[in-house]
Structures are given as C-alpha cells and as structure tokens.
C-alpha cells in the first residue's frame, strides 16, 4: 500500500506524518524505516524507528532513491514500512509526472514485498492527477 501526504509547503505534512509513523510503532510489528533529507524528525519519532538522513548517502534522484530502498530491503526482509519525508527535496526534482512513477513503483515493490509506504509531497493537491489520487 502507498499513502500520499500532499500539500503545499507549510501545509502540516510532516506532523501528519510523525503522526503515521508513532502510530505504525504502535500497531505494526516489522521494521520501519524513516527516509529524511536531513536530520529534523530525530526528536519527533520514536527510537524503534531506523531514521536514515538521506544527505549521508547523496540520494539525488527517483532512480537512485528507488535503488536506495532495494538495498535497504536487501539488507533487511523484515521492514514492513519505509516513510518518505519530502520526495522533491530527496530527488532533487519538482517533476509531477516522475513522482507519480516513483509511487507506482513503490506500490508494485510494496506488494511484492509485504511492505507499505507514506511519502510526503510538497505540491498542490489540484495538480494531483487521477493516478495519484489513488494514493491518498
């Protein structure tokens, strides 16, 4: 399954999303992994969380993020929630079009993989196609 958390900058993405994530440490029992650009969600979450700053890996598009989360399942069959904070800011892109492939490729790698995503978006719900629709 993938959820989207989409809005405009300012919008409360994030707090909804350290909400998901308490909340899956409560209820889920696998291993969840938050994916940030930097490191501002340290104090927020809780600890049984594995916080990855992004920045420390030079993740710096779709493709690599994408490729980022393969290793990640490769080193650990046990994760069962990966959270994405800021898609944009993580790819380096503004490109609508290329982050509705990305969550397409996360639902099939999702199913795949009894694993479940929420990404955080920074654009205009308005700009939402049908396609990304489907993931809120």
Do not use: P, Q
Request: with cysteine.
């Amino acid at each position: 399954m993938v959820k989207v958390i989409m809005g405009a900058k300012g919008a409360g993405k994030t707090k909804h999303l350290i909400e998901a994530i308490n909340k899956a440490v409560e209820t889920e029992t696998g291993s969840i992994v938050c994916i940030e650009k930097k490191d501002n969600l340290r104090f927020d979450i809780s600890h049984r969380v594995r916080l990855i700053e992004a920045n420390e890996y030079n993740v710096d598009s779709m493709d690599f993020l994408k490729a980022f989360i393969c290793g990640l399942h490769a080193g650990n069959f046990d994760i069962t929630h990966v959270f994405i904070d800021g898609l944009y800011k993580l790819a380096c892109t503004t490109d609508l079009a290329e982050a509705e492939k990305f969550l397409d490729w996360c639902d099939a790698f999702g199913k795949l993989n009894n694993m479940d995503f929420t990404v955080t978006l920074s654009e205009d719900v308005a700009n939402a196609s049908d396609n990304l629709k489907k993931y809120f």
